[in-house]
Every structure is written in C-alpha cells, then in structure tokens.
C-alpha cells in the first residue's frame, strides 16, 4: 500500500518489531548463538508458545539504552517512510529488568529512539506499557504502578500481553485500576488466543477503550453488538492472526464482517517481522484481499488518531495531518 496513503499504528510490540538483520547483528556484539530462533534471516517458532520463547531470545539481545534508542529510530522510520504519522509502541519494562539494563533505562532508551525519528520523519510516538499476563497478576501490578509513577509523557497507556490462555481476567483488574487512576488509557489484549467470553470479560472487568485485537468477538453477535454500540475500537492484526492460525486465511477473517456491524477497526502489525508483515502490508491486505476502499482505509487512519492515546493538541495536530 503506497506511502501516500496515510497510515496510523495502535498495537506494536517493540520488541517484535526487531529487524532480523539487527537481531542478527546484535547476537554478534554478545556473542549470542541464535540459530535457536533465527534461521536464513527469518524468525524461527511453531506455534504461540514458541513465538513467545523467541521474542524473549530477541528482547535479550537488547542490553543498553543505546540498543533500545537504534531499534525504536530503526522501526519508526521505517514507519514513517511507508506513510505513518502516528505509531505507538508496546513496551514492557519487564524486559529491561530481565538483562540488567532497569525499567528506567529500558524507557529511557526507547524515549531517545522516538525523539530522534521524531526529529527525523516528524512521526509522532508514545509508548503503552504492557504487563505480562503469564508471570501472573502481582508481576502485572508492577508493571502498571511502574507505568503509573514513571512520570514520562511518552508513556501514555498500559496494556497486558502474553499468554491469554492464563489466569483469569478478573484477577488483573487491579493493575488496570492503577493505571487508569494516573491517567493512562487502558487496552488489553483479548479474543485472540481465547473466544468471544474473553472479550465479555475485557469488557466487564477492565473496561478499556480499546482492546488488542478482540477479533474473536465475531462469535458471539450479542458481543459484536455491544462494541458496536459502546464506541469500543478494536486494534486488528489480520496478518498476525492467521500466521497464528486464529484464522486459517484472510477470506475467513472477520475483519469485513466487523466493520460492517459498526464496530471500530484499526490496522496494526503486532510483531511484523515474526509473522512476515509490515504495517504497509497490512493496509495492502485490507485493501488487495478484503476489499477496503482507499476512503475505508482512511477512516481506520482516523478511527486510530481518534482512539490514540495523546493530548487533544496532538491528536487536533494528527488529525490535521490525514
Ligand atoms: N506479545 C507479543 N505479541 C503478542 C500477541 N500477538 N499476543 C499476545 N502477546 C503478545
Ligand atoms: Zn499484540
């Protein structure tokens, strides 16, 4: 999808973004064995445990702000080059704890990545962090009070990501309440790995404004209905979801059928390199293999500035932009 088409990003995560070339030339610099996860410049994984396993591989390769301010200029000038005005990134803390570097380092690092491609390309950024679901709901807690006295005006959002199939939803609510006690907005990730139950009790326990990915609310039209009618803005991964095998092809994805119902769509990558997409392509999917038209394509834009978690100065700003 050409670069004139103005594009927007809702749902990244950092660490799935990495380049396999910079993967590969971060393993150098550590003298890291990577061809446990890393084969002919490709990302190695079965199925969503081992996608997991090989992003935290990845995310181990990144050990200094340096490393994390080279990999966020990286991934959002590219960005910018295929038309986007606006990205935000998926950060988890928990990463920058796990080699050593510190949350504070981790965001700091991230904090010069999005001001040098600001500089740069003029795209605008800001950072969600996530909790980790499948370290279990005191690790998320931390997450989110992390988020919540950070006191960084990029950090705009919290999030949980990780393993769906864990635990029970309600369980988290108490991290949530922490970050939207500081002003955050809230999503989470839901009705991916898990079915349309999964996106209800988003819904009742978390209450976010917009949920990661949500895509298997299809299953339940009472469901679709109710985001339809709350004004909840779905963040869809098409190209995620059948590399994951949520769906077996983009015929079958109900991205299409949402739409239709009224419910609010996004385009988004998740973990582009890990599941052979771009944010580019994923435009390029809606419009070759769904049908969007271009002035479709350009509501999803709108639709995501208009959800995006920014000031009303830049999100007037972004807008201004499409
Ligand atoms: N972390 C990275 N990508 C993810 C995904 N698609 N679902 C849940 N957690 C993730
Ligand atoms: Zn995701």
Redesign the pocket.
Known sequence: MSAHVKKAELHC?LE?AVPPALAQAQARKYGVDASGFLCDGAYVWRD?TS??AA?DAVADLFRTEHDYALLTETYLEELAAAGAVYSEL?VSPDHGEAVGLGADGYIAGIGRGIELAKARTGIECRMVV?GLRHRGPERVEWAARYAANCRNPLVTGFNM????RMGRLADYARAFDIARAAGLGITV?AG??CGASSVRDALDHIRPSRI??GVRAIEDPNLVARLAGEGVVLEV?PG?NVA?GVFPDFAAHPLRRLHAAGVKVTLNS??PPFFQTSLQREYAIASEAMGFTEAELDGMTRTAIEAAFVDEATRTALLARL
Do not use: K, P, Q, T
């Open positions: 995560h799935g969503f996608f997991l992003y998926f996530v990501a990780g393993d769906e990730h991916e790995l990661g990915h991964c995620s994951l998740d973990d």
